[in-house]
């Protein structure tokens, strides 16, 4: 698989996806590590995994399925994405943001993204959750961006506007849902980084001073490139561990904590989310 996708690849994998589901979403959803449960939710769903998908990048990391769920949810037909893949896995930021181009060619205009992430903040507790406000992509910023090369005009802009990355209106629908279900819910700045690593103290320093309230490895090129393409984005980070610059001693970081934590926080994930769906426009549910 070359570095730069061409609009024929990005095509033929969308025509991948339309010969196993006649249904036609209009949200998308890409789910964290830990967090694929919420597909498992949809009755009847088209399940196509990624290997059946040309020019697919295909996730190796644990907590990761591999499958595309297309079906109904609040009564809005969505596409789920049951694992993601990153910069550090080696594809490029083309490669990993290509499933947004697939869906954008769906007809999808609104994307909901979710991610497991370190909280920088110090009112942040592992098992929280964050509505992201706005984030910090330095991978994107150092060159790493998925809208490097030549720009396709049927994609979007060359240079797009990134004001409001995530939307004020979803991220007020997501407030709702919260108080009405009792859901506590922080707002913040997602910083992401390229991983695999975790981030040394001199970082996350770093990190906090710049203004990041967490930290992860995905996310923010999804975000580019649904931007791009004039997707509506919400963001929500589930805040699987402390990333703070002076831990305890003997403090270690496991990814299989992180996908632990990404369970215990399902529940009430999922009521958020469901709870922003059903009152979307578009809903016809009874």
């Known amino acids: 698989m070359t570095e730069l996708l061409t609009y024929t690849q990005i095509t033929a994998a969308a025509n991948a996806v339309r010969q196993h589901s006649n249904q036609q979403p209009t949200i998308g959803l890409i789910l964290g590590s830990g967090l694929s449960s919420l597909g498992d939710t949809i009755p009847h769903p088209d399940i196509i995994h990624y290997d059946q998908i040309p020019h697919w990048p295909v996730s190796t990391v644990q907590g990761h399925q591999g499958q595309l769920i297309i079906g109904q949810l609040e009564g809005h037909t969505v596409v789920i994405l049951q694992g993601r893949t990153h910069f550090y896995e080696g594809y490029s930021s083309q490669q990993i943001t290509l499933p947004v181009r697939v869906m954008q060619l769906l007809g999808i205009r609104t994307l909901i993204v979710t991610n497991a992430a370190g909280g920088m903040n110090p009112a942040f507790q592992p098992g929280d959750l964050m509505l992201i406000r706005d984030h910090i992509n330095l991978p994107g910023m150092s060159g790493n961006t998925p809208l490097r090369g030549p720009n396709e005009d049927d994609f979007g802009p060359r240079f797009p506007d990134m004001t409001e990355p995530y939307s004020a209106r979803l991220r007020q629908l997501a407030k709702n849902a919260a108080a009405q279900h009792a859901i506590p819910l922080h707002e913040g700045v997602y ?96």
Not at 230 to 257: Q, R, W, Y
């Open 191 to 286: 910083t992401c980084v390229s991983g695999p690593s975790y981030e040394t103290p001199a970082e996350l320093r770093f990190l906090r001073l710049i203004g990041g309230d967490a930290v992860g490895m995905s996310t923010a090129p999804e975000v580019v490139v649904a931007r791009h393409a004039g997707i509506e984005v919400l963001g929500i980070s589930t805040i699987t561990n402390l990333a703070l610059p002076d831990p305890l001693p003997g403090t270690l970081l496991s990814h299989a904590e992180v996908i632990e934590m990404g369970k215990l926080v399902v529940p009430r994930l999922t009521t958020l989310l469901m709870g922003v769906l059903r009152h979307l426009p578009g809903n016809h549910a009874p």
